[in-house]
T-cell receptor, first 112, second 114 residues
Framework: DQQVKQNSPSLSVQEGRISILNCDYT??????FLWYKKYPAEGPTFLISISSIKDKNEDGRFTVFLNKSAKHLSLHIVPSQPGDSAVYFCAASVRGSEKLVFGKGTKLTVNP | DAGITQSPRYKITETGRQVTLMCHQT?????MFWYRQDLGHGLRLIYY???????DKGEVPDGYVVSRSKTENFPLTLESATRSQTSVYFC?????????????FGDGTRLSIL
């Protein structure tokens, strides 16, 4: 039973445009959501997180939005750059747990 | 600041052999984790550790053994490797159990079992 779902395996956008990566979850006990970026042959790198009591968190070009009623979060990258091309993982932590539950990832390609 | 390092980066072995993947972190983080990444599955937790001498199972622990005699090291051993354990393995650490703390990952070990 997949608790964190990234339904789009891939996304392609033009440089300068907005990239929107989506994530759905089923567990109401998740208290934090995190986004990781992964380049080939490297480990995932932490990008941005959001607490379940917030609905938005922003860090430079990256903004994460959380819609608790829909159990949905999204990562917006504006403007997108070719260096943003990577696999993006959505992850969630259960309240009181140190573990993370990961989605399967979305491969973003930003075309010059 | 070396961070978290995994060795070897690549390993080829045969079924039935024992193989150990190493993970070392220089941050003195309390928590350490082992994941495997397979096509169609994302990252799945194998084992984790809250401190030296404290380990616990994750989602897919069968066929793996871990130990943590020192805070900075968290080796993962496949006692009798099987082809289904061919995967990319990632080690991660987390500073403490404060809510929202991110995990920080090593660059992975690509393991092929023939």
């Amino acid at each position: 039973d997949q608790q964190v779902k990234q339904n789009s395996p891939s996304l392609s956008v033009q440089e300068g445009r907005i990239s929107i990566l989506n994530c759905d979850y089923t567990n109401s006990m998740f208290d934090y959501f995190l986004w990781y970026k992964k380049y080939p042959a490297e480990g995932p790198t932490f990008l941005i997180s959001i607490s379940s009591i917030k609905d938005k968190n922003e860090d430079g070009r990256f903004t994460v939005f959380l819609n608790k009623s829909a159990k949905h979060l999204s990562l917006h990258i504006v403007p997108s750059q070719p260096g943003d091309s990577a696999v993006y993982f959505c992850a969630a932590s259960v309240r009181g747990s140190e573990k993370l539950v990961f989605g399967k990832g979305t491969k973003l390609t930003v075309n010059p | 600041d070396a961070g978290i390092t995994q060795s070897p980066r690549y390993k080829i072995t045969e079924t039935g052999r024992q193989v150990t993947l190493m993970c070392h972190q220089t941050w003195s983080h309390s928590y350490m984790f082992w994941y495997r990444q397979d096509l169609g599955h994302g990252l799945r937790l194998i084992y984790y550790s809250a401190a030296a001498d404290i380990t616990d199972k994750g989602e897919v622990p069968d066929g793996y053994v871990v130990s943590r005699s020192k805070t900075e090291n968290f080796p993962l051993t496949l006692e009798s490797a099987t082809r289904s354990q061919t995967s990319v393995y990632f080690c991660a650490s987390r500073r403490d159990r404060a809510p929202g703390q991110p995990q920080h990952f090593g660059d992975g070990t690509r393991l092929s079992i023939l």
